[in-house]
């Protein structure tokens, strides 16, 4: 899934192993990401996290000095859970594209969520049972990286819309 999001024109990503990390450095470090990619399990902790920028310029992190990530974050791509709710925090005219893991159930409180914070919302939906697994340990998803870099596509397009004041049609439209 990571090299197709870093195909996206115009979007930085840098993969940070953020298991290795407290919670006090993972948000240090992405002070001054402007999309957030979540890569984890669903109803599990981060495993992973891609942080991502709008240009091709590398990522520096600003450690000092800052307002909360979060008011930082433009989008944020995660698996169906909690950290989805992050959406009532974020920018206004950000972003939100939520992986849903089964091809059958919906439940949409974070889209309302999103939408109710003034934040764009998608949905991609894993179509193929076989991607997805469960057992004791929680629940595993292969995510069509393809797909999902579509979707990214197109709502990177939106937001930047957004952001410049030009009307934009809903993504999901």
């Not at 992973?48 to 990530?69: E, Q, Y």
């Not at 008011?71 to 939520?98: D, K, N, P, T, W």
């Not at 159930?105 to 919302?121: D, I, K, M």
Request: one cysteine or more; glycine letters at 6%.
């Amino acid at each position: 899934m990571l090299a197709s999001l870093q195909a996206v024109e115009g979007v930085h990503i840098e993969l940070v192993d953020m298991a290795q990390l407290s919670v006090a450095e993972q948000m240090r470090l992405i002070a001054d990401t402007e999309i957030l990619v979540r890569i984890e399990h669903h109803r599990a902790r981060v495993r992973a996290c891609a942080r991502c920028k709008f240009s091709s310029s590398p990522v520096s992190p600003c450690l000092h000095g800052r307002a909360p990530w979060l008011l930082r974050v433009f989008m944020q791509i995660a698996m169906h859970g909690a950290a989805l709710s992050y959406a009532m925090f974020m920018r206004a005219h950000g972003a939100v594209i939520e992986l849903w893991p089964r091809p059958d159930g919906l439940w949409r409180c974070f889209e309302h969520l999103a939408t109710h914070a003034g934040v764009e919302y998608e949905r991609w939906g894993n179509s193929q049972p076989s991607r997805y697994r469960e057992d004791r340990a929680g629940d595993y998803l292969t995510v069509d990286g393809a797909a999902v870099a579509q979707v990214l596509q197109r709502v990177v397009a939106h937001v930047r819309d957004r952001r410049a004041g030009l009307p934009v049609v809903p993504a999901n439209a």
